[in-house]
């Protein structure tokens, strides 16, 4: 070890340049004839500087072929060896790795105001974020994991999208959702007649928070299509009542007690293995994209949490639910059941291919409950 690092001293003072070739060994051997440097041992190997993925980033004017390895260059943040080609810092396999997409965060959401929030990933150098799904006009964030947006219109709902990007160029966009509305606020939606809104009618939502047991999110007050709060649990107007949806299926049914609405489109079967999926969620489509279906869970905590024994429990907390009862159809013919005695209310999970999961209720009891998926439930959308 002394002489190999007497003999590196010697090649500093004296310069690699008065030597055609140098071979570093404990054998004394020539180096190969197509090196100029060789490096010998059966014992240990050749380590070249150690930087991280910041590290790497700040050397300034990277000499072609510059080799260092990098302790979390790699989109899990693992380690590996870079080289600088071709004005790219490269991977030992030859690839220029893109970090990931970001995750969304959580945003701040207020009357006209949205702060966007989006996680950290591995290897980025910067985010860029844009209020159109196009990287070439997006703004440059630095390594800012948020952008406040402002002068937004109060109970609308926005769309923005945000990139990584690092030298070797940019990740996916990530969709960030979120609405312009403190929740406590009311929103006035107009809804059109179509494959969603079963007629065409305005509805002011009012918007509560602080539900014991999900605490953080936001829900309506009222039920998806229900122009107005309901006096009791055992309320059984129609306009208490809003609409009913079977489930993962967009379109939207009115029952007034005698008609269903439409009433040639009804599903008698349903046998799919799938959970409520986004692209067909009614209160994203018709309150905005930061709206949702409640989950399993959500449901399953306001219940427990809530000290729900029944339907009185139910409407005196902060959702004012009530028994709207449902809709099921037989021989083409729409049949309302249950409205003013029972309440069934939309989660996001099935239970298995034919029966969805649901908060139900009566005077007595409130539970999860499970049924077939062709049933039209009342739906309560809520967001993060």
């Known amino acids: 070890m002394k002489k190999t690092i007497a003999f590196l001293a010697f090649l500093l003072l004296t310069g690699f340049n008065t030597f055609s070739q140098v071979a570093i060994s404990n054998d004394g051997s020539a180096p190969s004839t197509s090196a100029m440097l060789e490096v010998k041992s059966t014992t240990k190997g050749l380590l070249p500087p150690r930087l991280t993925f910041a590290q790497r980033e700040a050397i300034a004017n990277p000499a072609e072929g510059l080799v260092v390895i990098c302790t979390n260059c790699k989109v899990d943040g693992t380690g590996c060896i870079s080289m600088f080609l071709g004005g790219h810092w490269l991977n030992l396999s030859g690839n220029c790795d893109l ?7 959580i945003h701040e959401q207020s009357n006209g105001q949205i702060i966007w929030h989006w996680n950290s990933t591995p290897i980025a ?7 159109e799904d196009n990287y070439e006009t997006a703004y440059s964030m630095g390594l800012a994991t948020s952008k406040t947006e402002t002068l937004l219109s109060t109970g609308v709902s926005y769309d923005a999208w945000v990139w990584a990007y690092n030298s070797c160029g940019h990740s996916a966009p990530t969709l960030l959702s979120a609405q312009a509305l403190g929740c406590g606020s009311s929103f006035t939606v107009n809804h ?12 002011t939502y009012g918007t509560v928070t602080n539900i014991p047991g999900e605490t953080s999110k936001c829900w309506i007050t009222r039920n998806l299509g229900a122009t107005q709060q309901p006096n009791t649990y055992q309320d059984i107007t129609e306009a208490a009542a809003g609409w009913y949806w079977q489930f993962n299926h967009i379109q939207g049914y009115k029952h007034d007690g005698t008609t269903l609405t439409p009433n040639a489109t009804w599903i008698g079967s349903i046998s799919e293995n799938s959970d409520w999926t986004s692209g067909n969620d009614p209160c994203s489509s018709l309150l905005g994209s930061a709206w949702r279906i409640p989950t399993f869970t959500e449901w399953s905590n306001v219940d427990e949490f809530g000290y729900w024994s029944g ?30 005695s029972y309440g069934y209310y939309q989660s996001s999970k099935q239970e298995n291919a034919t029966y ?18 062709t049933g039209g439930f009342s739906i309560r959308c809520v967001r993060d």
């Not at 970090?99 to 965060?105: R, T």
């Not at 059109?192 to 009618?201: E, I, L, M, Q």
């Not at 009185?312 to 729409?334: E, I, K, P, R």
């Not at 969805?356 to 998926?373: H, V």
């Open 99 to 105: 970090p990931a997409a970001p995750a969304e965060g």
């Open 125 to 131: 150098a910067g985010y860029k974020w844009n209020f």
């Open 192 to 203: 059109t007649a179509g494959a969603v809104a079963p007629v065409t009618k305005t509805v």
């Open 311 to 340: 339907g009185n429990d139910a409407f005196s907390s902060g959702l004012q639910l009530h028994a709207a009862g449902y809709v099921y159809v037989t021989a083409s013919s729409g049949s309302l059941f249950d409205r003013g």
């Open 356 to 373: 969805c999961s649901f908060l139900y209720f009566s005077n007595n009891f409130c539970y999860m409950w499970g049924q077939y998926k």
